[in-house]
């Protein structure tokens, strides 16, 4: 599926408004094919970065470089051979579907027919509808149709499941994929950490300006050493018995918390939950609801940065 060639070669990119280092000093290259994202908090720098990259925004220093085009000076030949759906987007609201795929086609050299686009994308029913009309999913999934009009060689998404309900973000994944099946590289920003990790071939964990982080979801989290949850419940004339300086004590458990009725131990380690299950009997305290859930990109993300991805 993906091929070792750089098509996005970013090196020193910096970019300041005003006193505020929006992106400082950040290097990174992406691969043809892959999903690349780009993840962190609001405010983190990643929508100046995507701009700076489609050309939308001179950055102050760095070398860029797209499919061996310079996005300052190539920019016409890049639009032709790029697409990209912006974090806010809008089209007025008594253009048609149709005329809107029309308009945008005449931007380019070379366009497909992009009826057989809509009826892929799930708005073929669509033609006449007016943009008012459509839905939160049906515009975001418009967009998209209007960013692959040209079959671009690269998608820029930039935050493309923001206000979408989960039914209508589950779909827009699947959309991503598709994109990726077709040969194009998908660059994605998002602060969904589930999004990304769900999606992205690589991810690029982006904090006040710069990359604190950049691996495969896996290898992120697993770098991270987070080990697990484990977490149940207990009868309440339990509760009050229960020490979780007991169970803090066994090999590989990092910290013991109790939350609304629950105790959740985070730890690693082969036999970490049978110890823990040997340590409640032997305390003869019953417990219900046993589960565990294993670390993801979000727990990393807060290892990795000290707050949390909705800061």
């Not at 470089?65 to 890049?78: A, F, I, Y």
């Not at 029309?102 to 007016?130: C, H, I, M, T, V």
């Not at 803090?248 to 959740?264: H, P």
Request: hydrophobic share 40%; aromatic share 6%; glycine share 10%.
């Amino acid at each position: 599926m993906k091929q070792e060639q750089d098509v996005i070669i970013v090196e020193g990119l910096r970019k300041s408004y005003g006193a505020i280092k929006a992106v400082d000093n950040i290097t990174f290259q992406v691969c043809k094919n892959e999903i690349f994202g780009m993840v962190g908090p609001n405010g983190s720098g990643k929508t100046t970065t995507i701009e700076c990259i489609e050309g939308l925004r001179h950055p102050d220093e760095g070398r860029l470089s797209v499919l061996g085009l310079d996005p300052q000076h190539n920019t016409h030949e890049l639009r032709e051979r790029t697409g990209v759906q912006l974090q806010s987007s809008n089209l007025p609201n008594r253009m048609r579907v149709g005329e809107a795929m029309n308009l945008f086609s005449s931007f380019y050299r070379q366009a497909d027919d992009w009826r057989p686009l809509l009826k892929e994308l799930g708005l073929a029913d669509k033609q006449r509808a007016l943009y008012s009309q459509l839905s939160g999913g049906q515009k975001q999934r418009l967009f998209v149709a209007l960013a692959l009009i040209n079959r671009p060689e690269i998608v820029f998404l930039d935050e493309l499941t923001t206000g979408l309900d989960p039914q209508a973000r589950h779909a827009t994944w699947d959309l991503v994929r598709e994109i990726q099946g077709r040969g194009a590289t998908v660059f994605l920003t998002t602060h969904f950490m589930e999004e990304a990790e769900r999606l992205c071939d690589r991810v690029a964990i982006l904090d006040h300006g710069r990359i604190i982080a950049l691996d495969t979801p896996e290898r992120l989290v697993s770098q991270a050493g987070i080990g697990i949850r484990i977490i149940f419940k207990m009868k309440k004339q339990d509760m009050a018995a229960f020490q979780p300086a007991r169970i803090g004590a066994i090999d590989g458990v990092r910290r013991v918390e109790q939350q609304e009725g629950e105790v959740v131990v985070y730890g690693q380690g082969d036999g970490l939950i049978g110890a823990i299950i040997h340590a409640l009997e032997t305390a003869r305290v019953q417990i219900c609801n046993l589960r565990t859930e294993q670390p993801n990109l979000e727990d990393a993300f807060l290892t990795l940065t000290g707050h949390t991805i909705r800061d």
